[in-house]
């Protein structure tokens, strides 16, 4: 039962403009989301995270967009860059869960020159 | 350096022999968790333990087994590997259950 879900397995995006990257979640005790970035033959690393008490958090070029009430959240990367291809994995997680992160299955994204 | 670690990195067996993928971190963190990356199937985790001799499982956790005996480590113990095992895994550490989690690079498995 897939908790998290990120409908798009890929993206392709010109280099300079924005990539939008999506993900829906079903349970509504998670309270805590992350997006993690991933290069092949490496580990995820973290990119971004928010709390379900906001409803938005920007960090340089990266701003993740939650909407709770569709349980919706969106990573928005301005303007995207050749590196930051890669597959973008989207997780959630929550207290009452015991903290376990679910994942979804991830969006691989290409940025073309 | 604050890192995860992760050994062997690479392992190719058979089936039924008992394996053993080690993983520590430096950074003193209580949460610790494995998770298999399979095609299509995105990240999964296996196991997760919240601090020394607390583990607890994750949505993937039949045939393996976790020890939690000191911070720092956290083995993956595969007592009878199957093919179905035949997977890319991942330890990974944070301060807390919610704060990012650090990865280690990864162990590819091959179950023959």
């Known amino acids: 039962d897939q908790q998290v879900k990120q409908n798009s397995p890929s993206l392709s995006v010109q280099e300079g403009r924005i990539s939008i990257l999506n993900c829906d979640y079903t349970?509504?005790?998670?309270?805590?989301f992350l997006w993690y970035k991933k290069y092949p033959a490496e580990g995820p690393t973290f990119l971004i995270s928010?709390?379900?008490?906001?409803d938005k958090n920007e960090d340089g070029r990266f701003t993740v967009f939650l909407n709770k009430s569709a349980k919706h959240l969106s990573l928005h990367i301005v303007p995207s860059q050749p590196g930051d291809s890669a597959v973008y994995f989207c997780?959630?997680?929550?207290?009452?869960?015991?903290?376990?992160?679910?994942f979804g299955k991830g969006t691989s994204l290409l940025v073309t020159p | 350096e604050a890192q995860v670690t992760q050994n062997p990195r690479y392992l190719i067996t058979v089936t039924g022999k008992k394996l053993t993928v080690t993983c520590s971190q430096n950074?003193?963190?209580?949460?610790m968790s494995w998770y298999r990356q399979d095609p299509g199937l995105g990240l999964r985790q296996i196991y997760y333990?919240?601090?020394?001799?607390?583990?607890d499982k994750g949505d993937v956790p039949e045939g393996y087994k976790v020890s939690r005996k000191e911070k720092r480590n956290f083995p993956l113990i595969l007592e009878s590997p199957s093919p179905n095992q035949t997977s890319l895994y991942f330890c990974?550490?944070?301060?807390?259950?919610?704060?990012?989690?650090?990865f280690g690079p990864g162990t590819r498995l091959t179950v023959l």
């Open positions: 333990s919240m601090n020394v001799e607390v583990t």
């Open positions: 349970n509504s005790m998670f309270d805590y």
């Open positions: 997780a959630a997680t929550g207290q009452r869960s015991g903290y376990a992160l679910n």
């Open positions: 950074m003193n963190h209580e949460y």
């Open positions: 928010i709390s379900s008490i906001k």
């Open positions: 990974a550490s944070s301060g807390r259950g919610h704060d990012e989690q650090f």
